[in-house]
T-cell receptor, first 110, second 114 residues
Framework: GIQVEQSPPDLILQEGANSTLRCNFSDSVNNLQWFHQNPWGQLINLFYIPSGTKQNGRLSATTVATERYSLLYISSSQTTDSGVYFCAVISSGSARQLTFGSGTQLTVLP | KAGVTQTPRYLIKTRGQQVTLSCSPISGHRSVSWYQQTPGQGLQFLFEYFSETQRNKGNFPGRFSGRQFSNSRSEMNVSTLELGDSALYLC?????????????FGSGTRLTVV
């Protein structure tokens, strides 16, 4: 099946800093989403982005489908950005299941 | 509009018992899928239902089962609970579940087996 790798696994930032999270995938995809898991466990959808670039406030994401990677940018980070960020994909040949990366644990210090 | 609702939020069960978890998808969404999250294995796909039919199943033993009702609400059942079933169970709702639409997750049910 498709493989999804996220980097870095851990990231510690000072409040106000910018960061880039990366997601590499091993096959063509129909769906790619970025999620933020809050301390209570809920996966909050950040972007549905199988290709192209999107922005939402301080967050933006770019997926280059032909090169099989996606990037999540967080600018002017805040302590509330802390948590685990997951990339999840559905491969073009698969049957309707999200395959998740192992996540990036982000800690933003005040 | 209302999001994805999972009940209960927390559950403590004893080894050997069975448990039923519930998920109500976003209104109009017909696809419901279930995922298990553990510290060791990460997020793993359990199964997906669309219009009351299971379309896909992950690599889990037969003790894990589910169903979907005509109103798209879904339940998953785990029989003969084992300590290793302790996990966060997440339900995801999608319009069609074919990858052309995004998935929205519920808050999860945290199951502890003692």
């Amino acid at each position: 099946g498709i493989q999804v790798e996220q980097s870095p696994p851990d990231l510690i930032l000072q409040e106000g800093a910018n960061s880039t999270l990366r997601c590499n995938f091993s096959d063509s995809v129909n769906n790619l989403q970025w999620f933020h898991q809050n301390p209570w466990g809920q996966l909050i959808n950040l972007f549905y982005i199988p290709s192209g670039t999107k922005q939402n406030g301080r967050l933006s994401a770019t997926t280059v489908a032909t090169e099989r990677y996606s990037l999540l940018y967080i600018s002017s980070s805040q302590t509330t950005d802390s948590g685990v960020y997951f990339c999840a994909v559905i491969s073009s040949g698969s049957a309707r299941q999200l395959t998740f990366g192992s996540g990036t644990q982000l800690t933003v210090l005040p | 509009k209302a999001g994805v609702t999972q009940t209960p939020r927390y559950l403590i069960k004893t080894r050997g018992q069975q448990v039923t978890l519930s998920c109500s998808p976003i209104s109009g969404h017909r696809s419901v899928s279930w995922y298990q999250q553990t510290p060791g294995q990460g997020l793993q796909f359990l199964f997906e239902y669309f219009s009351e039919t299971q379309r896909n199943k992950g690599n889990f033993p037969g003790r894990f089962s589910g169903r979907q009702f005509s109103n798209s609400r879904s339940e998953m059942n785990v029989s003969t609970l084992e300590l290793g079933d302790s996990a966060l169970y997440l339900c995801a709702s999608s319009l069609a579940g074919d990858g052309n639409y995004g998935y929205t997750f519920g808050s999860g049910t945290r199951l502890t087996v003692v």
